[in-house]
C-alpha cells in the first residue's frame, strides 16, 4: 500500500470564491481553462483537483477558512473585510462553500468534523488504493476505485471575530483548528510575523475559549514571542500547519518560519508542523525566470528532516503545501506538476535512511495521530 498523503494547509475555498476554481475537477483541467487568465498570472498554475487528490492518495486535506482585513490584500482581492460583520459574512460563504462541496459531491468530499468522522474517511483508503482509469496500464483490467476525501477546517487569521465567545458558533460550524493571526494583519489577539506584540488580554481569553471547545491552536504566522508565548501555556493541541526551518532559509530575522527554540518547544508539546514546497520557503532566491535556482525535493526532505534531528525522531514533521494559496506551479519543486507527485518524496526520504513506518508517518501519518488526538470524539 502506498502511504496516504495529509495535506495540513490548503486555501482551497479561498482559490475557488476568488478565482471561481472547481476543486472536482483536475488540476490539468483548470490549468487550461485559465490559460492567460489573471487567476493564473496572480495565483499560479493551480496544483490541486479531485483526481489528483485521489491519484497522490491524499486522504485528507486541513482546509481554511482564509479572509483579511481590507488593505492586508491586493485591491482585486475578494476575500476582504472591513468590519466584523463583513468578516462573519464571508466566513459564512466560505464554510457553505464547503458544506456545499459534501452535500453535493458527498462521494468526492466529506467534512472531518469527529474522530468518527477520521476512521471512516480513512477506513476505505486504509483498504485499497484509489486508481483511476487512466492510471491503468493498457494489458491490465481497467478499473476505478474511488474515495472521499476528508475535509477538517481550519480558520486562519480570527481577527474578524466580534468577540472570542463567538468562536462556539464556528465549532458548531465545523472549525477545529484556529490559527489567531495573519502576517499582513495587526495585533489584535497576538503578534503575527511583522509585528513585535506579544498576547493581548483578549488573545489570552481567545486561548481560554478555543480550549474550553477544544479546538486545535495553529501557531504559523505567530511571531516568536507569542508562538514560544502560546506553546507554554495553550492547554489544548498545537501545530504549525504550513512553516518551513527558519535556520535553514537564509533569512534568519524571517519570523515566518520556525526557529530550532520553538520547533524543540512545539515538540515537547506533541505538536505537528507541516513543511510546504513553496519555492521561496526552500530557497528564498528563487525566481520564475532563473533556472540555476530551481528547487528540488530534496530541499523539501532536509527541511523535514532538520525537524526529525531536533525531536529524535520521525513523528512530528508533516506536509502542510499552502497550494493554489497565492502561489501555484512553477514555484515548487521541479518533481511536482500537481500534489499527485508528492509521492516522489518517499525516495528522497529513503535515501536519507528513514524507514517505510517512517516515511508513512511523515507523509500522513503524524497528521492522522494528531487529528486523533485533537478532534472530538463524535
Ligand atoms: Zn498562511
Known amino acids: 500500500m502506498p502511504p496516504l498523503i495529509v495535506d495540513a494547509h490548503e486555501d482551497l475555498a479561498y482559490s475557488a470564491l476568488t478565482f471561481q476554481r472547481d476543486y472536482l475537477r483536475s488540476a490539468l483541467e483548470t490549468r487550461r481553462l485559465e490559460e492567460g487568465s489573471f487567476a ?37 482581492e475578494t476575500q476582504v473585510y472591513r468590519s466584523p460583520a463583513e468578516a462573519h459574512r464571508l466566513w459564512q460563504i466560505q464554510v457553505e462553500y464547503y458544506q456545499r462541496l459534501e452535500g453535493d459531491s458527498p462521494d468526492q468530499f466529506r467534512l472531518v468534523r469527529s474522530r468518527a468522522d477520521l476512521q471512516q474517511i480513512l477506513a476505505p483508503w486504509r483498504e485499497q488504493p484509489a486508481v483511476l482509469p487512466e492510471d491503468t496500464s493498457p494489458e491490465g483490467e481497467p478499473h476505478t476505485v474511488t474515495h472521499p476525501v476528508g475535509l477538517t477546517l481550519l480558520m486562519e487569521n480570527a481577527e474578524g471575530l466580534r468577540a472570542p465567545g463567538e468562536l462556539e458558533e464556528w465549532f458548531e460550524q465545523g472549525v477545529r483548528l484556529v490559527g489567531p493571526v495573519w502576517a499582513k494583519n495587526g495585533a489584535r ?29 495553529d501557531i504559523a504566522h505567530m511571531n516568536e514571542r507569542s508562538a514560544l508565548w502560546a506553546i507554554d501555556r495553550y492547554e489544548g493541541a498545537l501545530a504549525a ?38 519555492a521561496r520557503w526552500l530557497r528564498p532566491d528563487w525566481s520564475k525566470e532563473d533556472d540555476a535556482n530551481k528547487t528540488d525535493l530534496n530541499h523539501l526532505a532536509a527541511h523535514i528532516d532538520h525537524i526529525c534531528q531536533l525531536a529524535g525522531d520521525a513523528r512530528h514533521a508533516g506536509l502542510g503545501t499552502d497550494f493554489d494559496g497565492g502561489w501555484g506551479w512553477p514555484a515548487v519543486p521541479h518533481e511536482l506538476d500537481t500534489i499527485a507527485d508528492l509521492h516522489k518524496l518517499s525516495g528522497c526520504l529513503a535515501e536519507r535512511g528513514y524507514s517505510p513506518d517512517e516515511i508513512t508517518a511523515l507523509l500522513g501519518g503524524n497528521w492522522i495521530d494528531f487529528l486523533e488526538r485533537s478532534l472530538p470524539s463524535r
Open 189 to 217: 489577539f497576538c503578534g503575527g510575523t511583522r509585528t513585535q506584540e506579544g498576547f493581548t488580554r483578549e488573545g489570552q481569553e481567545l486561548l481560554e475559549v478555543m480550549a474550553g471547545l477544544g479546538l486545535a491552536l
Open 40 to 76: 493564473a498570472q496572480e495565483n499560479g498554475h493551480s496544483m490541486l483537483g479531485w483526481p489528483e487528490y485521489q491519484r497522490g492518495q491524499v486522504a485528507l486535506v486541513i482546509a481554511t477558512l482564509f479572509i483579511a482585513e481590507r488593505g492586508t490584500l491586493a485591491d482585486w
Open 241 to 278: 500547519t504550513h512553516a518551513n526551518c527558519r535556520s535553514l532559509l537564509r533569512r534568519t530575522d524571517d519570523e515566518r518560519h520556525l526557529s530550532d527554540r520553538i520547533i524543540r518547544r512545539l515538540v515537547e508539546r506533541g505538536g505537528v508542523i507541516g513543511v510546504s514546497p513553496y
